[in-house]
């Protein structure tokens, strides 16, 4: 069974366009992350819910909006997505003050 | 704030070497510490951890101690495989961080046959 699963794993779009990741993890943790890998592999938190609520929130723009509908999921909508935007985001999961444990990323490409 | 500095890679080595990647932070709580380990095309994995000063994490193979003294975390393994061949982050995490995990650079390990 997967710990920490994200779909879509790869994602090519336009401009302009608005889309959405999701994530899902079964391993029963009350903290859930979006990080954000860039070309040079260098990955920096985005967003952090524990018990679905907001706690990290970086300096992020805000056509990027995460919902956590349940302590097992996390999603990700980008609106207007930009060419700067294409990367690998990760999704993680940890209990509180442990660590974490990540999904297999979604590469996003913006053309 | 709290920041990760980790050896630029690539680091080339032939296998059976040692292999030596230097971790180094700086934090003003108390961190737990960690290693991960990212294979191509693929998620970050927890390769080991350290919660406390002079804590030893090891896992196949690898080792790390928690040096409180010198702020340092650095990544050891005896004989490396060619299958260790990934991309390495040192990473903390602490209370004053929220517990999100900081992440170093990155450093690329290449074990040649």
């Known amino acids: 069974d997967t710990a920490v699963s994200q779909t879509p794993k790869y994602l090519v779009t336009q401009m302009g366009n608005d889309k959405s990741i999701k994530c899902e993890q079964n391993?029963?943790?009350?903290?859930m992350y979006w990080y954000k890998q860039d070309s040079k592999k260098f990955l920096k938190i985005m967003f952090s819910?524990?018990?679905?609520?907001?706690?990290i929130n970086e300096t992020v723009p805000n056509r990027f909006s995460p919902k956590s509908p349940d302590k097992a999921h996390l999603n990700l909508h980008i609106n207007s997505l930009e060419l700067g935007d294409s990367a690998v985001y990760f999704c993680?999961?940890?209990?509180?003050?442990?660590?974490?444990?990540f999904g297999q990323g979604t590469r996003l490409t913006v053309v | 704030g709290d920041s990760v500095t980790q050896m630029e890679g690539p680091v080339t080595l032939s296998e059976e070497a040692f292999l030596t990647i230097n971790c180094t932070y700086t934090?003003?709580?108390?961190?737990?510490l960690f290693w991960y380990v990212q294979y191509p095309g693929e998620g970050l994995q927890l390769l080991l951890k350290?919660?406390?000063?002079?804590d030893k994490g090891s896992n196949k193979g690898f080792e790390a101690t928690y040096r409180k003294e010198t702020t340092s975390f650095h990544l050891e393994k005896g004989s490396v495989q060619v299958s260790d061949s990934a991309v390495y982050f040192c990473?903390?995490?602490?209370?004053?961080?929220?517990?999100?995990?900081?992440f170093g650079s990155g450093t690329r390990l290449l074990v040649r046959p």
């Open positions: 993680a999961s940890s209990l509180t003050n442990t660590e974490a444990f």
């Open positions: 350290a919660t406390k000063a002079d």
């Open positions: 391993l029963g943790h009350d903290t």
């Open positions: 819910y524990n018990n679905k609520e907001l706690i």
């Open positions: 934090a003003t709580g108390y961190p737990s």
């Open positions: 990473a903390l995490s602490d209370r004053d961080s929220s517990y999100k995990l900081i």
